[in-house]
């Protein structure tokens, strides 16, 4: 079982709801992402939702969720950059984060270093799952 | 003949797709222009790269002002006006067609037409 699946089950034997905020690293820089996913773990997040900038969303023509992403975050934070990110904050709380990303950034990764050697990354950041 | 993406790019995965993509060193999509909408894209259709990859296929490029050229020049010596994307062709099918002798056949495959460019055309600044 994945530490998110054991939130959610532990989160239903105690018959609550879980609190899994939603932050874009970089936003507005990425010393503030680092201190917000401390301050959210600290504040009872069960699970954080880490999103990671994208340049591009499917087509300049469209609003779309990334839209609103990279209205925000024009400052050039890649995926490494929420990576080292989520391994700096996790050195001072423990919880569980969700990676968010658009594939082709993982997928650069993927052909640079390999496959496994991208999910032993993941690992050593303990990002609990990528999305 | 797809516009700029077939200049450039390395394989990638857009919207679910992989192929030769327009991208920086960390996977993020690159912004692109094209004037004709159907290839202002940073990727190209997966088929397109097989063949490039198999050699069965050579592509080239055109820009803005050669795709409009072609426009002009098929829609004045050919009656015929072709969309803005298979505008694309026209210019270096003449740059190939020089070079070849003078019985030789070109086919250029006008894949779609221009009467959905015309209001784009007439409404750009003349020179």
């Given at each position: 079982?994945?530490?998110?699946?054991?939130?959610?089950?532990?989160?239903?034997?105690?018959?609550?709801?879980?609190?899994?905020p939603?932050?874009?690293?970089?936003?507005?820089?990425?010393?503030?992402?680092?201190?917000?996913?401390?301050?959210?773990?600290?504040?009872?997040?069960?699970?954080?939702?880490?999103?990671?900038?994208?340049?591009?969303?499917?087509g300049?023509?469209r609003?779309?969720?990334s839209?609103?992403?990279?209205?925000?975050c024009?400052?050039?934070?890649t995926l490494?950059?929420?990576?080292?990110?989520i391994a700096?904050?996790?050195?001072q709380?423990?919880?569980?984060?969700?990676l968010?990303?658009?594939?082709?950034?993982?997928?650069?990764?993927?052909?640079?270093?390999?496959?496994?050697?991208?999910?032993?990354?993941?690992?050593?950041?303990?990002?609990?799952?990528?999305? | 003949?797809?516009?700029?993406?077939?200049?450039?790019?390395?394989?990638g995965?857009?919207?679910g797709?992989?192929s030769?993509?327009?991208?920086?060193?960390s996977g993020?999509?690159a912004?692109?222009h094209?004037i004709?909408?159907?290839?202002?894209?940073a990727?190209?259709?997966?088929?397109?790269?097989?063949?490039?990859d198999?050699?069965?296929?050579?592509?080239?490029?055109?820009s803005?002002?050669?795709?409009?050229?072609?426009f002009?020049?098929?829609?004045?010596?050919?009656?015929?006006?072709?969309?803005?994307?298979?505008?694309?062709?026209?210019?270096?099918?003449?740059?190939?067609?020089?070079?070849?002798?003078?019985?030789?056949?070109v086919?250029?495959?006008?894949?779609?037409?221009?009467?959905?460019?015309?209001?784009?055309?007439?409404?750009?600044?003349?020179?």
């Amino acid at each position: 079982m994945s530490r998110i699946s054991d939130t959610f089950l532990a989160l239903k034997g105690s018959g609550r709801g879980g609190f899994i905020p939603f932050i874009t690293a970089g936003d507005p820089d990425l010393a503030t992402t680092e201190l917000l996913i401390i301050e959210l773990g600290a504040a009872g997040a069960d699970i954080i939702e880490l999103g990671v900038p994208i340049q591009r969303p499917g087509g300049r023509r469209r609003e779309s969720f990334s839209a609103h992403l990279n209205a925000r975050c024009g400052n050039g934070v890649t995926l490494r950059d929420a990576l080292t990110c989520i391994a700096r904050a996790k050195q001072q709380i423990d919880v569980p984060i969700i990676l968010f990303s658009y594939f082709n950034p993982l997928f650069a990764i993927w052909r640079e270093i390999g496959w496994q050697a991208k999910l032993r990354r993941l690992e050593s950041t303990q990002c609990s799952s990528p999305i | 003949m797809p516009g700029a993406s077939s200049g450039g790019g390395r394989v990638g995965v857009l919207q679910g797709t992989m192929s030769y993509v327009l991208q920086d060193e960390s996977g993020q999509i690159a912004t692109t222009h094209s004037i004709s909408a159907g290839l202002d894209y940073a990727s190209i259709g997966p088929e397109h790269a097989y063949l490039h990859d198999s050699g069965r296929a050579e592509y080239t490029y055109a820009s803005d002002a050669e795709a409009l050229e072609g426009f002009a020049l098929c829609a004045e010596l050919e009656g015929i006006i072709p969309a803005l994307e298979a505008s694309h062709a026209i210019m270096p099918a003449l740059r190939i067609a020089r070079e070849l002798p003078q019985d030789d056949v070109v086919i250029v495959n006008l894949s779609g037409r221009g009467d959905k460019d015309v209001q784009l055309v007439a409404e750009l600044p003349t020179e």
